[in-house]
T-cell receptor
Framework: KNQVEQSPQSLIILEGKNCTLQ??????????LRWYKQDTGRGPVSLTI?????NTKSNGRYTATLDADTKQSSLHITASQLSDSASYIC?????????????FGTGTRLQVFP | DVKVTQSSRYLVKRTGEKVFLECVQD?????MFWYRQDPGLGLRLIYF???????EKGDIPEGYSVSREKKERFSLILESASTNQTSMYLC????????????????FGAGTRLSVL
C-alpha cells in the first residue's frame, strides 16, 4: 500500500535554531516528492519538488534531501524564524504518464518560540 | 502568481442541506482537485478533473459530486450534508503533466472550513 509517514508529529524549537523533519514513503514506482508548508487555517504552499534523480533542493532557508534507495526525505530548516511555525507536509507522486494523484503525509507541526 | 480562490472561508450548514463549495483558478490550469483535510489523516482526494465536463473519483467520493462547466471553475457538491462531512475542504489546480516522471506543483486555495450541525 502506498503510504507516506512523517516524523515527528510535532516539534517545538527556539527561534534561530535549526531543525530537521523526516519523511519515509513506500510509494512505488515513484515519480517525485514534494514538501508543502501549511499555515494554520490556510491552504498548503509549495516549498520544493524533487524527482527521483535529485538528491537535494533548496528554497531559501529550506533544504530538502532525498534518498530514493532508502525511500527517505528530510526537510532542514536553518536559522528558524517565528514565521516558520506551520505544518509541513511531505507529498509523494506515484509514477504515471497522465495523472497527478498524490499521496500525502499527515504532516509535522512545527512551533517556533522566541 | 497563481491564484486559487475558494468562495467561502467558513460555512455552517444543517444536516440534510445541499451544499455548494466553489473554486476558481486564474492560471488556465487543466487539472483541478478537491480534498478534505482532517486531523491525523492528512489530505484525502475526493474528486478531480482534467478537463471541462470531465471528472474522476478520488479516494473518498461517497456523499459528494462535482461539476466543471468551465475550465476555471470546479464545484464540490454535498447532496445531503451529514455531520461526518464536517471538515476543512481544499481546492487545488495544476498545469498538465508533461512527460513521464514530470510533476508540477498543485496550487491550493485557502480552504473552506465546513461545519455540519
Amino acid at each position: 500500500k502506498n503510504q507516506v509517514e512523517q516524523s515527528p508529529q510535532s516539534l517545538i524549537i527556539l527561534e534561530g535554531k535549526n531543525c530537521t523533519l523526516q519523511c519515509n514513503y513506500t510509494v512505488s514506482p515513484f515519480s517525485n516528492l514534494r514538501w508543502y508548508k501549511q499555515d494554520t487555517g490556510r491552504g498548503p504552499v509549495s516549498l520544493t519538488i524533487m524527482t527521483f534523480s535529485e538528491n537535494t533542493k533548496s528554497n531559501g532557508r529550506y533544504t530538502a534531501t532525498l534518498d530514493a534507495d532508502t525511500k527517505q526525505s528530510s526537510l532542514h530548516i536553518t536559522a528558524s524564524q517565528l514565521s516558520d511555525s506551520a505544518s509541513y507536509i511531505c507529498v509523494v507522486s506515484p509514477e504515471s504518464y497522465n495523472t497527478d494523484k498524490l499521496i500525502f503525509g499527515t504532516g509535522t507541526r512545527l512551533q517556533v518560540f522566541p | 502568481d497563481v491564484k486559487v480562490t475558494q468562495s467561502s472561508r467558513y460555512l455552517v450548514k444543517r444536516t440534510g442541506e445541499k451544499v455548494f463549495l466553489e473554486c476558481v483558478q486564474d492560471m488556465d490550469h487543466e487539472n483541478m482537485f478537491w480534498y478534505r483535510q482532517d486531523p491525523g489523516l492528512g489530505l484525502r482526494l475526493i474528486y478531480f478533473s482534467y478537463d471541462v465536463k470531465m471528472k474522476e473519483k478520488g479516494d473518498i467520493p461517497e456523499g459528494y459530486s462535482v461539476s466543471r462547466e468551465k475550465k476555471e471553475r470546479f464545484s464540490l457538491i454535498l447532496e445531503s450534508a451529514s455531520t461526518n462531512q464536517t471538515s476543512m475542504y481544499l481546492c487545488a489546480s495544476s498545469p498538465p503533466i508533461s512527460g513521464k516522471g514530470k510533476g508540477k506543483f498543485q496550487y491550493f486555495g485557502a480552504g473552506t472550513r465546513l461545519s455540519v450541525l
